[in-house]
Protein backbone atom coordinates (compact mmCIF):
# COMPACT_ATOMS: atom_id res chain seq x y z
CA UNK A 1 0.00 0.00 0.00
CA UNK A 2 2.83 2.36 0.97
CA UNK A 3 4.41 1.61 -2.33
CA UNK A 4 1.39 2.40 -4.63
CA UNK A 5 1.08 5.79 -2.39
CA UNK A 6 4.52 6.91 -3.87
CA UNK A 7 4.27 5.72 -7.46
CA UNK A 8 3.32 9.34 -9.49
CA UNK A 9 0.63 9.24 -11.61
CA UNK A 10 2.34 8.86 -15.11
CA UNK A 11 0.03 11.32 -16.96
CA UNK A 12 1.58 14.54 -14.59
CA UNK A 13 4.69 13.76 -16.57
CA UNK A 14 5.06 15.94 -19.97
CA UNK A 15 6.30 14.16 -23.12
CA UNK A 16 10.27 15.53 -22.63
CA UNK A 17 9.81 14.28 -18.87
CA UNK A 18 8.58 10.91 -20.25
CA UNK A 19 11.35 10.44 -23.14
CA UNK A 20 13.95 11.57 -20.21
CA UNK A 21 12.73 8.84 -17.88
CA UNK A 22 13.30 5.99 -20.63
CA UNK A 23 16.85 7.81 -21.37
CA UNK A 24 17.46 7.79 -17.33
CA UNK A 25 16.37 3.66 -17.58
CA UNK A 26 18.74 2.85 -20.14
CA UNK A 27 15.79 2.79 -22.73
CA UNK A 28 15.74 5.01 -25.87
CA UNK A 29 13.69 8.76 -25.64
CA UNK A 30 11.47 6.97 -28.68
CA UNK A 31 10.01 4.54 -25.78
CA UNK A 32 8.64 7.77 -24.32
CA UNK A 33 6.59 8.91 -27.16
CA UNK A 34 5.30 5.29 -27.95
CA UNK A 35 3.66 5.37 -24.11
CA UNK A 36 2.81 8.79 -24.24
CA UNK A 37 0.64 7.93 -27.75
CA UNK A 38 -0.52 5.20 -25.63
CA UNK A 39 -1.77 7.37 -22.43
CA UNK A 40 -3.49 10.30 -24.41
CA UNK A 41 -4.31 9.31 -27.92
CA UNK A 42 -5.62 5.43 -26.93
CA UNK A 43 -6.32 6.20 -23.45
CA UNK A 44 -5.09 3.12 -21.90
CA UNK A 45 -6.28 2.52 -18.81
CA UNK A 46 -3.45 0.58 -17.76
CA UNK A 47 0.23 -0.83 -18.76
CA UNK A 48 -0.82 -4.39 -19.76
CA UNK A 49 -2.46 -3.15 -22.80
CA UNK A 50 0.07 -1.21 -24.24
CA UNK A 51 0.97 -4.38 -26.60
CA UNK A 52 3.87 -2.57 -28.52
CA UNK A 53 6.14 -2.21 -25.54
CA UNK A 54 8.17 -4.90 -24.07
CA UNK A 55 6.57 -7.11 -21.20
CA UNK A 56 9.89 -5.71 -19.53
CA UNK A 57 9.25 -1.92 -19.82
CA UNK A 58 5.82 -2.54 -18.60
CA UNK A 59 7.03 -3.69 -15.61
CA UNK A 60 9.35 -1.04 -15.14
CA UNK A 61 6.29 1.35 -15.59
CA UNK A 62 3.96 -0.40 -13.23
CA UNK A 63 7.04 -0.40 -10.50
CA UNK A 64 7.31 3.27 -11.03
CA UNK A 65 3.73 4.62 -11.98
CA UNK A 66 0.10 4.64 -11.59
CA UNK A 67 -2.69 5.65 -14.44
CA UNK A 68 -5.13 7.37 -12.41
CA UNK A 69 -8.47 7.09 -14.41
CA UNK A 70 -11.25 7.72 -13.94
CA UNK A 71 -14.36 5.32 -13.72
CA UNK A 72 -17.80 6.01 -14.80
CA UNK A 73 -19.53 4.72 -11.93
CA UNK A 74 -23.17 5.27 -12.80
CA UNK A 75 -24.91 5.94 -16.34
CA UNK A 76 -28.76 7.90 -15.96
CA UNK A 77 -30.30 8.45 -19.20
CA UNK A 78 -33.16 11.28 -19.73
CA UNK A 79 -36.23 10.76 -21.51
CA UNK A 80 -34.41 13.44 -24.29
CA UNK A 81 -31.82 11.63 -24.76
CA UNK A 82 -28.99 13.43 -22.57
CA UNK A 83 -26.74 11.34 -20.88
CA UNK A 84 -25.32 11.91 -17.02
CA UNK A 85 -22.03 10.56 -16.35
CA UNK A 86 -21.19 10.08 -12.43
CA UNK A 87 -17.87 9.78 -12.83
CA UNK A 88 -15.31 8.53 -9.33
CA UNK A 89 -12.09 9.57 -9.30
CA UNK A 90 -8.44 7.70 -7.98
CA UNK A 91 -9.52 9.02 -4.30
CA UNK A 92 -13.21 8.26 -4.43
CA UNK A 93 -14.67 11.55 -4.77
CA UNK A 94 -17.00 12.08 -7.26
CA UNK A 95 -17.69 14.32 -10.35
CA UNK A 96 -20.64 14.84 -12.93
CA UNK A 97 -20.72 15.27 -16.84
CA UNK A 98 -23.46 15.00 -19.16
CA UNK A 99 -23.46 14.06 -23.12
CA UNK A 100 -25.94 16.89 -24.88
CA UNK A 101 -27.08 14.96 -28.12
CA UNK A 102 -29.29 17.48 -30.70
CA UNK A 103 -29.50 16.44 -34.30
CA UNK A 104 -26.35 17.64 -35.56
CA UNK A 105 -24.01 17.85 -32.48
CA UNK A 106 -23.10 15.82 -29.53
CA UNK A 107 -21.81 18.39 -26.83
CA UNK A 108 -19.77 17.37 -23.58
CA UNK A 109 -20.50 19.52 -20.41
CA UNK A 110 -17.82 18.59 -18.20
CA UNK A 111 -16.55 19.70 -14.40
CA UNK A 112 -13.23 21.46 -13.81
CA UNK A 113 -13.80 21.15 -10.01
CA UNK A 114 -15.01 18.58 -7.65
CA UNK A 115 -17.66 21.03 -5.89
CA UNK A 116 -17.30 24.72 -6.59
CA UNK A 117 -15.31 27.63 -5.40
CA UNK A 118 -18.46 29.99 -6.27
CA UNK A 119 -21.39 30.60 -4.13
CA UNK A 120 -24.10 31.27 -6.38
CA UNK A 121 -27.40 31.17 -4.40
CA UNK A 122 -29.55 29.41 -7.50
CA UNK A 123 -27.02 26.72 -8.08
CA UNK A 124 -27.22 23.42 -6.70
CA UNK A 125 -23.44 22.69 -7.31
CA UNK A 126 -22.54 25.71 -5.11
CA UNK A 127 -24.17 23.75 -2.14
CA UNK A 128 -21.31 20.89 -2.41
CA UNK A 129 -18.36 23.77 -1.79
CA UNK A 130 -15.17 22.99 -3.50
CA UNK A 131 -13.62 20.05 -2.48
CA UNK A 132 -10.59 19.61 -5.16
CA UNK A 133 -9.34 20.76 -8.67
CA UNK A 134 -9.82 18.60 -11.09
CA UNK A 135 -6.42 17.06 -12.66
CA UNK A 136 -5.75 17.56 -16.58
CA UNK A 137 -6.12 13.93 -17.02
CA UNK A 138 -9.37 13.97 -14.74
CA UNK A 139 -10.77 16.63 -17.58
CA UNK A 140 -9.41 14.75 -20.14
CA UNK A 141 -10.90 11.70 -20.04
CA UNK A 142 -14.21 12.89 -18.83
CA UNK A 143 -14.22 13.96 -22.44
CA UNK A 144 -12.74 10.73 -23.60
CA UNK A 145 -15.85 8.94 -21.63
CA UNK A 146 -18.45 11.27 -23.63
CA UNK A 147 -16.85 10.68 -26.93
CA UNK A 148 -16.89 6.92 -26.75
CA UNK A 149 -20.49 7.21 -25.39
CA UNK A 150 -21.26 9.35 -28.19
CA UNK A 151 -19.85 6.57 -30.83
CA UNK A 152 -21.83 4.01 -28.79
CA UNK A 153 -25.38 5.95 -28.54
CA UNK A 154 -25.56 8.18 -31.45
CA UNK A 155 -23.10 6.26 -33.72
CA UNK A 156 -20.86 9.66 -34.47
CA UNK A 157 -18.14 11.09 -32.67
CA UNK A 158 -18.21 14.16 -29.86
CA UNK A 159 -18.38 17.32 -31.86
CA UNK A 160 -18.20 20.20 -29.00
CA UNK A 161 -17.50 20.48 -25.43
CA UNK A 162 -18.36 23.14 -22.66
CA UNK A 163 -16.93 23.62 -19.78
CA UNK A 164 -19.72 24.19 -17.83
CA UNK A 165 -20.15 21.45 -15.80
CA UNK A 166 -19.19 21.38 -11.82
CA UNK A 167 -16.84 23.81 -10.73
CA UNK A 168 -15.43 27.52 -11.78
CA UNK A 169 -12.83 26.97 -14.83
CA UNK A 170 -11.39 30.09 -14.26
CA UNK A 171 -10.06 28.84 -10.41
CA UNK A 172 -8.76 26.11 -11.73
CA UNK A 173 -7.10 27.84 -14.67
CA UNK A 174 -3.77 25.78 -15.10
CA UNK A 175 -5.18 22.34 -15.33
CA UNK A 176 -8.15 23.55 -17.66
CA UNK A 177 -5.54 24.80 -20.12
CA UNK A 178 -3.45 21.73 -19.78
CA UNK A 179 -6.60 19.75 -20.37
CA UNK A 180 -7.60 21.74 -23.69
CA UNK A 181 -4.10 21.53 -25.02
CA UNK A 182 -3.94 17.46 -24.75
CA UNK A 183 -7.58 17.84 -26.46
CA UNK A 184 -6.40 19.67 -29.04
CA UNK A 185 -3.43 18.26 -29.90
CA UNK A 186 -2.36 15.68 -32.62
CA UNK A 187 -1.16 13.67 -29.63
CA UNK A 188 -4.62 13.83 -27.99
CA UNK A 189 -7.72 14.39 -29.42
CA UNK A 190 -6.87 16.58 -32.39
CA UNK A 191 -10.22 18.24 -31.60
CA UNK A 192 -10.73 22.06 -32.60
CA UNK A 193 -10.27 24.47 -30.01
CA UNK A 194 -13.68 26.50 -32.27
CA UNK A 195 -15.49 23.90 -30.59
CA UNK A 196 -14.94 24.44 -26.96
CA UNK A 197 -16.26 26.66 -25.11
CA UNK A 198 -15.11 27.99 -21.32
CA UNK A 199 -17.67 29.26 -19.08
CA UNK A 200 -17.08 31.67 -16.60
CA UNK A 201 -18.37 33.36 -13.93
CA UNK A 202 -15.82 36.54 -14.48
CA UNK A 203 -12.42 36.34 -12.90
CA UNK A 204 -10.93 39.46 -14.23
CA UNK A 205 -7.76 38.66 -13.45
CA UNK A 206 -7.68 35.43 -15.20
CA UNK A 207 -10.15 36.98 -18.52
CA UNK A 208 -7.08 39.46 -19.04
CA UNK A 209 -4.57 36.52 -18.85
CA UNK A 210 -6.20 34.24 -21.38
CA UNK A 211 -6.58 37.10 -23.53
CA UNK A 212 -3.02 37.59 -23.44
CA UNK A 213 -2.06 34.11 -24.01
CA UNK A 214 -4.27 34.38 -27.17
CA UNK A 215 -6.13 31.19 -26.37
CA UNK A 216 -8.61 29.83 -29.17
CA UNK A 217 -11.30 28.83 -27.81
CA UNK A 218 -14.77 30.56 -26.81
CA UNK A 219 -15.73 32.29 -23.81
CA UNK A 220 -19.12 32.51 -21.97
CA UNK A 221 -19.63 34.50 -18.65
CA UNK A 222 -22.50 33.67 -16.35
CA UNK A 223 -23.84 37.58 -15.84
CA UNK A 224 -27.19 37.15 -14.59
CA UNK A 225 -27.64 40.30 -13.96
CA UNK A 226 -25.68 43.85 -15.27
CA UNK A 227 -27.06 45.35 -12.30
CA UNK A 228 -24.07 45.45 -9.16
CA UNK A 229 -26.41 45.21 -5.92
CA UNK A 230 -28.61 42.71 -7.93
CA UNK A 231 -25.94 40.51 -9.10
CA UNK A 232 -23.89 40.54 -5.55
CA UNK A 233 -27.56 39.46 -4.08
CA UNK A 234 -27.57 36.38 -6.11
CA UNK A 235 -23.68 35.92 -6.96
CA UNK A 236 -22.03 36.96 -3.93
CA UNK A 237 -18.40 36.76 -4.95
CA UNK A 238 -19.48 39.75 -7.15
CA UNK A 239 -18.62 42.19 -4.82
CA UNK A 240 -15.31 40.93 -4.96
CA UNK A 241 -14.82 40.92 -8.39
CA UNK A 242 -17.74 44.04 -9.51
CA UNK A 243 -18.98 44.26 -12.99
CA UNK A 244 -16.29 47.09 -13.99
CA UNK A 245 -13.60 45.37 -13.68
CA UNK A 246 -15.08 42.28 -15.21
CA UNK A 247 -16.26 44.60 -18.15
CA UNK A 248 -13.23 45.45 -18.27
CA UNK A 249 -11.45 42.54 -18.48
CA UNK A 250 -13.70 41.50 -21.10
CA UNK A 251 -12.93 44.40 -23.30
CA UNK A 252 -9.84 43.79 -23.14
CA UNK A 253 -10.48 40.20 -24.08
CA UNK A 254 -11.96 41.47 -26.91
CA UNK A 255 -9.21 43.79 -28.08
CA UNK A 256 -7.02 41.18 -27.83
CA UNK A 257 -8.93 37.66 -29.43
CA UNK A 258 -11.66 39.71 -31.65
CA UNK A 259 -13.76 36.69 -30.69
CA UNK A 260 -17.27 37.11 -29.73
CA UNK A 261 -18.91 37.10 -25.96
CA UNK A 262 -21.63 34.62 -25.35
CA UNK A 263 -23.61 35.52 -22.15
CA UNK A 264 -25.71 33.32 -20.05
CA UNK A 265 -28.53 34.89 -18.61
CA UNK A 266 -31.77 33.45 -16.24
CA UNK A 267 -34.45 35.75 -15.96
CA UNK A 268 -36.52 35.30 -12.45
CA UNK A 269 -39.28 36.41 -11.21
CA UNK A 270 -38.63 39.99 -9.17
CA UNK A 271 -35.31 39.71 -9.66
CA UNK A 272 -33.69 40.85 -12.85
CA UNK A 273 -37.49 40.78 -15.19
CA UNK A 274 -37.76 44.60 -15.70
CA UNK A 275 -37.16 46.63 -18.39
CA UNK A 276 -34.39 48.38 -16.48
CA UNK A 277 -32.86 45.13 -15.88
CA UNK A 278 -32.81 44.57 -19.56
CA UNK A 279 -31.44 48.01 -20.65
CA UNK A 280 -28.47 47.57 -18.26
CA UNK A 281 -27.66 44.35 -19.98
CA UNK A 282 -27.59 45.72 -23.06
CA UNK A 283 -25.34 48.91 -21.89
CA UNK A 284 -23.23 46.32 -20.46
CA UNK A 285 -22.24 44.07 -23.47
CA UNK A 286 -22.75 46.48 -26.36
CA UNK A 287 -18.88 47.08 -26.64
CA UNK A 288 -18.17 44.04 -28.15
CA UNK A 289 -20.08 41.67 -31.01
CA UNK A 290 -21.99 39.24 -27.96
CA UNK A 291 -24.79 37.05 -28.09
CA UNK A 292 -26.92 36.48 -25.13
CA UNK A 293 -28.31 33.17 -23.92
CA UNK A 294 -31.58 33.32 -22.27
CA UNK A 295 -31.54 30.13 -20.13
CA UNK A 296 -34.18 28.29 -18.54
CA UNK A 297 -33.64 28.20 -14.77
CA UNK A 298 -34.01 24.63 -13.20
CA UNK A 299 -35.57 24.87 -9.60
CA UNK A 300 -33.58 24.05 -7.09
CA UNK A 301 -35.36 24.03 -3.59
CA UNK A 302 -35.04 27.66 -3.17
CA UNK A 303 -38.17 29.84 -3.09
CA UNK A 304 -36.75 33.27 -3.63
CA UNK A 305 -35.60 31.62 -7.40
CA UNK A 306 -38.83 31.07 -9.73
CA UNK A 307 -38.59 31.58 -14.00
CA UNK A 308 -40.06 34.77 -15.41
CA UNK A 309 -42.55 34.78 -17.36
CA UNK A 310 -42.63 34.38 -20.90
CA UNK A 311 -43.34 37.99 -21.62
CA UNK A 312 -40.33 38.97 -19.52
CA UNK A 313 -37.94 37.06 -21.46
CA UNK A 314 -39.28 38.27 -24.81
CA UNK A 315 -39.07 41.97 -23.47
CA UNK A 316 -35.45 40.66 -23.35
CA UNK A 317 -35.17 39.32 -27.01
CA UNK A 318 -37.16 42.39 -27.96
CA UNK A 319 -34.88 45.08 -26.09
CA UNK A 320 -31.40 42.89 -27.31
CA UNK A 321 -32.25 42.65 -30.50
CA UNK A 322 -33.26 46.56 -31.46
CA UNK A 323 -29.61 47.25 -30.65
CA UNK A 324 -28.27 44.22 -32.85
CA UNK A 325 -27.54 41.79 -29.84
CA UNK A 326 -28.11 37.77 -31.00
CA UNK A 327 -30.29 36.54 -28.16
CA UNK A 328 -31.39 33.21 -27.90
CA UNK A 329 -33.88 31.40 -25.60
CA UNK A 330 -32.44 28.22 -24.30
CA UNK A 331 -35.09 24.99 -23.45
CA UNK A 332 -33.17 22.71 -20.74
CA UNK A 333 -32.29 19.41 -21.26
CA UNK A 334 -31.58 16.50 -18.75
CA UNK A 335 -33.62 17.85 -16.42
CA UNK A 336 -35.44 14.61 -15.39
CA UNK A 337 -32.09 13.15 -14.39
CA UNK A 338 -30.77 16.61 -12.65
CA UNK A 339 -28.53 16.85 -15.57
CA UNK A 340 -29.63 20.46 -16.40
CA UNK A 341 -27.29 23.57 -15.91
CA UNK A 342 -26.97 23.91 -12.33
CA UNK A 343 -28.85 20.99 -11.07
CA UNK A 344 -25.17 18.86 -10.97
CA UNK A 345 -24.90 18.14 -7.24
CA UNK A 346 -24.18 14.27 -6.71
CA UNK A 347 -27.72 13.31 -5.61
CA UNK A 348 -27.50 9.64 -6.90
N1 LIG B 1 -18.76 28.31 -12.91
C1 LIG B 1 -18.93 28.42 -14.32
C2 LIG B 1 -19.26 27.10 -14.94
C3 LIG B 1 -20.64 26.55 -14.56
S1 LIG B 1 -21.65 26.68 -15.93
C4 LIG B 1 -19.94 29.49 -14.64
O1 LIG B 1 -20.53 30.01 -13.71
O2 LIG B 1 -20.10 29.86 -15.79
C5 LIG B 1 -23.21 26.42 -15.35
C6 LIG B 1 -24.19 27.45 -15.91
O3 LIG B 1 -25.48 27.18 -15.37
C7 LIG B 1 -23.84 28.84 -15.47
O4 LIG B 1 -24.17 29.75 -16.47
C8 LIG B 1 -24.75 29.03 -14.27
O5 LIG B 1 -24.94 30.36 -13.98
C9 LIG B 1 -25.99 28.32 -14.74
N2 LIG B 1 -26.87 27.89 -13.66
C10 LIG B 1 -26.54 27.63 -12.38
N3 LIG B 1 -27.61 27.23 -11.69
C11 LIG B 1 -28.64 27.23 -12.56
C12 LIG B 1 -30.01 26.89 -12.45
N4 LIG B 1 -30.53 26.47 -11.30
N5 LIG B 1 -30.79 26.98 -13.55
C13 LIG B 1 -30.26 27.39 -14.73
N6 LIG B 1 -28.98 27.71 -14.89
C14 LIG B 1 -28.18 27.65 -13.82
Same mark, same amino acid.
Given at each position: MEEQIQRKDIRALTLDQLRDFFVMKGDKAFRGNQVYEWLWQKSAHSFETMTNISKETRNLLTSNFVINHIKVDQIQRSEDGTIKNAVRLHDDLVVESVLIPTRTRTTACVSSQVGCSLDCHFCATARLKRMRNLNPDEIFDQVVAIDNESRLYFNRPLSNIVFMGMGEPLMNYNNVLKAIEKITSKEGLGMSPRRITVSTSGVPKMIKKMADEQVKFNLAVSLHSAVDEIRTSIMPFNATFPLVDLREALQYWYSKTKSRITYEYVVWKGINDTQSDADALVDFCRFAPSKVNLIEYNPI /? /? /??FQQANEKAIMMYVKTLGKKGITATVRRSRGKDIDAACGQLANKS
Open positions: /D /D /DR
